[in-house]
C-alpha cells in the first residue's frame, strides 16, 4: 500500500512539474511574439517620418467669438504634451502643417428647473473640420475629417460659458491628438 502511495505521489509530482513546464514554455511563446497575434505593439501610435508641426489658426464660422484662439492654444499644447512632436510657427520649416475650421457651435439647456424654468445645466458643443498635411510629400494624414466635442457646464455652480468654451475646446483638441495617431 505505501508503494502505491509512493508511486501516486510521483506521479502526481512529475505531472505538476510537466504543467508548470508548459506554462512556463506557452509563456515565452508570448513574450517572444511580443502579442502581435492580437496586434499589439510597442511602438509608437504617430507617424515615425514626421519630428514637427505648424499648426494654423483655426478658421471660425460662427459667430462666437474667440474660439479659434481656445481651439488653437489647446491643440498645440496637446501636440507638445502628449506626442513627439514640436511645434513650429513658420511652415517652411515644419515637416507637417495642421488646421481646421470650426464649423459650428451650440449651446444647449439639458435641465430646466421646473418652477422657475431656468437653465440648471447646460451644454456647449463645438464641431470642426481639420486637415493634417505632410509639407514634405504633400499627402493628407487627415483629410478634411469632421469632428466634435461638448462640455456640460451649470451657472448655478459659477461655471460659465467662458469655462465650457475652454473645456471643450480640450476635448476636441484632445480628439485631434486621436486622429493623428497611426491607424492600424
Known sequence: MTLFKTTLQNHNTCWKQ???VCAAVVLYALTLTGCSLKGYSNTTLYPKEVTS???RMFDNRTFWRNMEYDL???????I???TPYKIISDDDLADT????QITNVRKSVLIRDREIGSALQNEMLIQAVVSWKNLKTGELLIDSQEIS????YSESLNQGVGYATNLAANKLAERIIELMETRW
Open 80 to 82: 507638445e504634451a502628449k
Open 72 to 78: 488653437t492654444d489647446a491643440l498645440s499644447k496637446r
Open 18 to 20: 510537466a504543467q508548470c
Open 97 to 100: 502643417v495642421i488646421s481646421g
Open 149 to 152: 466635442a461638448a462640455s456640460q
Open 53 to 55: 508641426v505648424c499648426v
